[in-house]
């Protein structure tokens, strides 16, 4: 039986919703440009490794980030390089355009690698990606396992990959793939910090969308969609027409977060221990823009007694 989340608490909302961060394809910087004065300075924004892109587009994408006041993270595919060479042409590239600080390494979607790197632990133990100024290396994490891999090889990776990023004296930060279901998310964060990783964990979340949209992604990632977890993020399988947002994950999350011992869970995401916010942005940077604002708004307002209320 689902645990019934605490009553949404305003505060641990605004709290979680700080210093989100976001994710664009090579194909978004038209969206990036039209969505840029709604964005924070500053906002962490991921480029993606896709079959779809080229070197240049994702360049130019991680460019244009950085350009309009942004700090981009591009990925780094392991199984998408084709050789050292390449790896080394990218990161360069990416050094000339001040986008090589913060990298997302990525095992790849490939069955087998089309280069010389099995997984993300490669790139991370290559010694490679200091040579090309990267300071911080973000992980993957999977709350609900991912369709090609198991969970221990999965678990080990993660604690592998922390490992190697503390000996390489690299900052590591998790993000996890999206979800609908925050026990799931809960369990793995905690299970995660009773291994002893203290690195800061963004927890995936869907931007606003249409509902076949994410149901589609949601299939396509192996990420739990049943009808008892849809209706709880709010949205019903009999309906699939219409949009839905993130609004009760976002809250249910950060209620329950902020219910544990004080100074855990709702530290900033840029420090040990935190948990923030990473959206994937299906619908889009913009309408994901939008949906933060309406949502800091709704949560924000004082009620009679002129305070930020609770609940
Ligand atoms: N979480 C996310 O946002 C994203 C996840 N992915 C996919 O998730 C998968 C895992 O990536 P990481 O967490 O970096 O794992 P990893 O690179 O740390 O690898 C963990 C283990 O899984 C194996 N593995 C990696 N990719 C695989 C694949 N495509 N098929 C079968 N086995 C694979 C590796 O050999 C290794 O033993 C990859 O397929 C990656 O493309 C891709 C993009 C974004
Ligand atoms: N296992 C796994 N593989 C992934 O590739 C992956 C995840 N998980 N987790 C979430 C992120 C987000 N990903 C994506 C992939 C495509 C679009 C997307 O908008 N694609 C456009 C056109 C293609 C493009 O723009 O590149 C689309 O309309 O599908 C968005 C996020 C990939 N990601």
Redesign the pocket.
């Given at each position: 039986m689902a645990r019934s989340a605490p009553a949404p608490n305003r505060q641990a909302s605004l709290d979680l919703i700080e210093g989100y961060s976001l994710?664009m394809?090579?194909?978004?910087v038209p969206s990036l440009i039209e969505a840029k004065d709604r964005i924070p300075a500053g906002t962490r924004i991921n480029v993606?490794f896709?079959g779809?892109?080229d070197l240049d587009m994702r360049v130019a994408a991680a460019k244009a980030v950085r350009e309009h006041g942004f700090v981009p993270v591009p990925h780094l595919s392991a199984r998408r390089l084709k050789s050292q060479a390449e790896l080394e042409e990218f990161l360069g590239r990416l050094q000339e355009v001040g986008a090589s600080e913060q990298v997302f390494t990525?095992g790849g979607?490939p069955a087998t690698p089309e280069g010389p790197y099995e997984d993300s632990l490669a790139l991370i133990t290559s010694g490679v990606l200091q040579r090309y100024g990267v300071r911080e290396v973000g992980i993957?994490g999977y709350p609900e396992g991912?369709?090609d891999i198991s969970t221990d090889t999965l678990t080990g990776a993660v604690r592998d990959k922390a490992a190697a990023l503390r000996e390489a004296g690299l900052d590591a930060l998790v993000i996890t793939?999206?979800a609908f279901d925050i026990d799931p998310v809960l369990a793995w964060i905690d299970a995660l910090r009773s291994a002893g990783i203290d690195a800061p964990v963004r927890v995936?979340t869907p931007g606003p969308a249409g509902i076949k949209?994410l149901l589609g992604?949601a299939r396509?990632?192996?990420v739990g969609a049943n009808a008892m977890i849809v209706k709880k993020y709010g949205f019903s399988l009999t309906n699939l027409m219409g949009e839905a947002g993130p609004d009760r994950f976002v809250d249910d999350l950060a209620a329950t977060l902020a219910e544990r011992t004080p100074g855990t869970g709702l530290d900033h995401p840029d420090k040990p221990g935190g948990v923030g916010l990473h959206f994937?942005?299906?619908g889009g940077l913009g309408a994901t823009a939008d949906w933060v604002h309406r949502f800091r708004a709704e949560r924000s307002t004082t009620d009679a007694a002129g305070t930020a209320g609770q609940g």
């Open positions: 994710e394809t090579g194909k978004d993606t896709l779809n892109e990525i979607d993957g991912h369709p793939q999206f995936g949209r992604f396509r990632f192996g994937y942005t299906f």
